[in-house]
């Protein structure tokens, strides 16, 4: 048995490795692969980025990062989809950020049920304020906060009112030109 790696070790070991850290993340301590994102899915995390882009350059305070890696705690390293994270929080960071995003996406295509869950949970204990899982075959998102679970399909539109104020994306646009 392999002894639990903690995040420094999990740096400096993966970054050397070409696409280390976008292939790999630290889960308690294991290393575990991240699925292989398809074209469709990075048509998704792309709507989603040019949608956030857009209000950010209007609504400055956050900055929106694509697949940006995030040591959690001291055991824990994720590399979320998309990420926003409040501007006056970043800091001074050299080469990862320390702490949890703010908003962290996670496109899902083949995570199991199980992982997805256990990692939504401990970004929100870290310190995400909301876990934005995104779901091309169902076409819905569901968004993950401290206190509640909220569920986007059909028409309606995206939105995080307590922390992006007026942002609202149909989802539509999330998956625009991501048909099956």
């Known amino acids: 048995m392999v002894a639990p790696l903690n995040s420094d070790e999990f740096l400096r070991l993966y970054d ?4 280390g850290l976008r292939q790999f993340e630290l889960l308690d301590g294991e290393v575990v692969e991240r699925p ?5 899915h990075d048509l998704i995390k792309n709507n989603v980025c040019k949608a956030l882009d857009r209000y950010l350059a209007a609504n400055p305070g956050h900055l929106a990062l694509v697949e940006t890696t995030f040591k959690l705690g001291p055991r824990v390293t994720f590399t979320p ?5 409040a501007v006056d929080r970043v800091g001074r960071v050299e080469f990862y950020s320390t702490g949890a995003p703010d908003i962290a996406f996670e496109v899902i295509s083949s995570e199991t049920a199980d992982r997805l869950k256990y990692k939504t949970d401990l970004y929100l204990e870290f310190g995400s304020r909301a876990v934005c899982c995104i779901y091309p075959n169902r076409r819905n998102v569901v968004i993950f906060t401290p206190n ?10 995206l ?8 942002f609202s994306l149909p989802l539509s646009d999330v998956f625009a ?4």
Do not use: C, T, W, Y
Not at 148 to 157: A, C
């Open 36 to 40: 292989m994102p398809n074209f469709r």
């Open 177 to 180: 030109s991501a048909q099956e």
């Open 81 to 85: 989809d998309h990420a926003v994270i």
């Open 16 to 19: 050397r490795e070409e696409g």
């Open 148 to 157: 509640s679970i909220l569920q986007f399909k059909g028409s309606e539109h």
């Open 159 to 166: 939105a995080f009112p307590g922390i992006l104020p007026g």
